[in-house]
């Protein structure tokens, strides 16, 4: 069955996808944040200026600002207050 999910207030929902090159074709190791993309995939109803789809950059730890979901690890869970950045390629 599909699972759907639906942050409450001011959570966002990220999926982590995994980026194996740079813009500029530099292939990027498995284990290197830098390989890693943050898309948001859901919004809670008191979210502003973020839509599903941006790519984002979240700050902080793990467990204390940013959870994953259980058996989903490419899955987080985070306040819209962690979200220090939206990248924007044009």
């Not at 996808?17 to 390989?35: K, L, Q, W």
């Not at 859901?42 to 790519?55: H, M, S, T």
Request: net charge positive; glycine share 8%; hydrophobic share 40%.
């Amino acid at each position: 069955k599909a699972i759907t999910y639906h942050p409450r207030n001011d959570f966002v929902l990220v999926e982590v996808v995994r980026v194996t090159e740079t813009d500029s074709g530099i292939a990027v190791p498995d284990g290197s944040i830098e390989g890693k993309a943050f898309v948001v995939r859901a919004i809670g109803p008191k979210v502003e200026g973020l839509r599903i789809g941006d790519q984002v950059f979240p700050m902080g730890r793990k467990n204390e600002n940013y959870w994953e979901l259980p058996n989903r690890r490419d899955l987080l869970v985070l306040k819209q207050e962690s979200v220090a950045i939206i990248i924007e390629k044009k």
